[in-house]
Nanobody
Framework: QVQFVESGGGLVQPGGSLRLSCAAS????????MGWYRQGPGKQRELVASAKTGGIRNYAEFVKGRFTISRDNAKNTYYLQMNNLIPDDTAVYYC?????????WGQGTQVTVSS
């Protein structure tokens, strides 16, 4: 059973940056496309970025050019570098496979963008 622990969130002013980390437990994760999701207040969870095993990265339009996803397969750890944050980026951020093959989500990490 795969488990995720997200960290790195916080309160940041508009235009600021954060780097999120996701530590995953389990085996064979290197073969999966992994992604970062977010759920804003009153909104459904949405996919933000994904990283395929072959190095291909995909981003939602609303974060293109601002966010960068990366993965360290040796450590089963996934990262999301977020730059030029805007208030609409306020959400709880989660990681999981794409599409999510594991039913259990981590606690997520809260990102709040506010002046």
């Amino acid at each position: 059973q795969v488990q995720f622990v997200e960290s790195g969130g916080g309160l940041v002013q508009p235009g600021g940056s954060l780097r999120l980390s996701c530590a995953a437990s389990g085996s064979g994760l290197s073969q999966y496309t992994m992604g970062w999701y977010r759920q804003g207040p009153g909104k459904q969870r949405e996919l933000v970025a994904s990283a395929k095993t072959g190095g291909i990265r995909n981003y939602a339009e609303f974060v293109k050019g601002r966010f960068t996803i990366s993965r360290d397969n040796a450590k089963n750890t996934y990262y999301l570098q977020m730059n030029n944050l805007i208030p609409d980026d306020t959400a709880v951020y989660y990681c999981n496979g794409v599409p999510p093959p594991w039913p259990y989500w981590g606690q997520g990490t809260q990102v709040t963008v506010s002046s």
